[in-house]
């Protein structure tokens, strides 16, 4: 238990600074880019972004619903 719970610790203090790199570097990219291209450069990461959110959303959603009618 303890284990887990020590490598839970370590990848939530970890993780953010490996992503943060990748945040980095495409502000880098938009900023080097036109005012058109930055837009729709955001408007992609918003896309990609979506399906995941939706799929977490839905399932989380399911979840609360199943659970609240047990109690």
Do not use: H
Request: aromatic share 12%; charged share 15%; with cysteine.
């Amino acid at each position: 238990m303890k284990k887990r719970l020590l490598i839970l610790v370590v990848f939530v203090f970890l993780a953010p600074a490996v992503w943060a790199q990748g945040c980095s570097m495409c502000t880098k990219t938009a900023a080097s880019l036109g005012a058109k291209s930055a837009k729709g450069l955001n408007r992609g990461i918003i896309y990609l972004g979506f399906v995941p959110l939706s799929i977490l959303g839905t399932i989380g959603a399911i979840w609360w619903k199943y659970n609240k009618n047990n109690s």
